[in-house]
């Protein structure tokens, strides 16, 4: 059975960080696009950011590029988000996700490598979720 299976949430201060991990079993993460998306109470699920298959490509969100950092453990068959200088807008519970549906992270032939999409639809797998709360 497919399983990710998030850890490292938890309660921050405003600028302060954290680190989400997102472990995979029954599953090789290097053979899909991985991703986390974050859900505020009472607002619409959003996808966050996206890492392509093979590693060529990651994607963020305009509110979050240059705070967060999406990468990916080989070894540890696992996928962490970096998340620095929290803000009360960015609490949420993050789910990650990891995906291979076709027409969501395919290969770009202008670009010369795989890229990825947030799009809820191309992934196939998903966490249960794990709570990021920032202190205001």
């Known amino acids: 059975q497919v399983q990710l299976v998030e850890s490292g949430g938890g309660s921050v201060q405003p600028g302060g960080s954290l680190t989400l991990s997102c472990a995979g079993s029954?599953?090789?993460?290097?053979?899909?696009?991985v991703g986390w998306f974050r859900q505020a109470p009472g607002k619409e699920r959003e996808g966050v950011s996206c890492?392509?298959?093979?590693?060529?490509?990651?994607y963020y969100t305009d509110n979050v590029k240059g705070r967060f950092t999406l990468s990916r453990d080989k070894v540890k068959n696992t996928m962490t988000l970096q998340l620095h200088n929290l803000a009360p807008e960015d609490a949420a519970t993050y789910y990650c996700?990891?995906?291979?549906?076709?027409?969501?992270?395919?290969?770009?032939?202008?670009?010369?490598?795989?890229?990825?999409?947030?799009?809820?639809?191309?992934?196939?797998?998903w966490g249960q979720g794990i709570q990021v709360t920032v202190s205001s």
């Open positions: 996700a990891a995906g291979a549906v076709a027409g969501y992270h395919d290969f770009d032939f202008r670009a010369g490598a795989f890229r990825c999409s947030i799009l809820p639809a191309g992934f196939d797998y």
């Open positions: 029954g599953i090789t993460l290097t053979r899909y696009a």
């Open positions: 890492l392509s298959i093979n590693d060529d490509y990651t």
